[in-house]
């Protein structure tokens, strides 16, 4: 996936002097352009993780992006290969705790989204570095480039497990399947842009409004794997 561009530091304190009235929230927007494609999840992740965010992660979107900009906004986590799934773990608790199951599913659908790496074809880093506190964020990892080796099978095993976890907190199955990526970009494309959207204002997530998701698996396969899993008591 592409791999979005850092504003230098200079242009960033030339704007806040220039436009002093002007949010801190609004200048992180500007420094971190956002990852648009499934924003509902990260709405909700975020609307989560705000509740009680020990570990200070500035924003959910940080934990999709690549590692120069991901660590400008992983506050206390010391992995910048573990954002993504500390992000997770937190929302998912704090869902957990208020009996918010469209939160958790949400949650576990985030850790699963592809992260950017800046090239087409390359997969992301795995977190091993930290434990998640839930198993369930722990049993899952994120999509790879579908254009990276292996992915059809690797990514289809991810959105198998992610289906189990959801069907474990009452939630419902098929959406793990919206937890797709893009189809494959050319690996000879040098700029890293691949076939992504990145729509500020789609609430739902270009990659959904606009039909560009890929899905792993089948309606049928989902069902099979859930089969005799039921809804644990929080």
């Known amino acids: 996936m592409k791999q979005q561009i850092l ?5 960033l304190l030339s ?10 929230e609004g200048l992180i927007k500007r420094e971190v352009p956002q990852e648009h494609s499934h924003n509902s999840f990260i709405a909700t992740v975020n609307a989560n993780l705000k509740t009680n965010n020990p570990a200070n992660i500035q924003d959910a979107v940080f934990g999709l992006l690549g590692d120069a900009a991901a660590s400008k906004g992983q506050g206390d986590i010391t992995d910048t290969d573990c954002l993504q799934q500390a992000t997770a773990d ?9 009996g918010d199951v469209a939160g ?7 850790r699963a989204l592809e992260r950017n790496t800046g090239k087409v074809g390359l ?3 795995p977190c091993t570095s930290i434990q998640a506190v839930n198993p369930e964020i722990q049993a899952i990892q994120q999509h790879q480039d579908p254009a990276s080796s292996g992915a059809a099978a690797t990514n ?8 189990k976890q959801i069907a474990q907190v009452g939630g419902d199955p098929q959406d793990a399947l919206k937890s797709g990526t893009f189809a494959p970009g050319n690996l000879d494309d040098n700029t890293g ?11 739902v997530g270009c990659i959904i409004s606009q039909n560009l998701l890929v ?14 899993i039921s809804a644990s008591t929080p």
């Open 90 to 98: 937190q929302a998912f608790t704090n869902a957990k705790a208020a």
């Open 156 to 163: 289809k095993g991810i959105v198998l497990e992610l289906a």
């Open 104 to 110: 958790m599913t949400a949650a576990l659908i985030y």
């Open 7 to 11: 504003i230098s530091l200079p242009l």
């Open 215 to 228: 899905e792993d698996a089948t309606a049928d396969e989902i069902n099979t794997a859930v089969q005799g």
């Open 15 to 24: 704007a806040a002097y220039a436009r002093p009235s002007a949010p801190r």
């Open 123 to 125: 997969a992301s880093v």
């Open 193 to 203: 842009a691949g076939n992504t959207c990145d729509v500020a204002d789609d609430e």
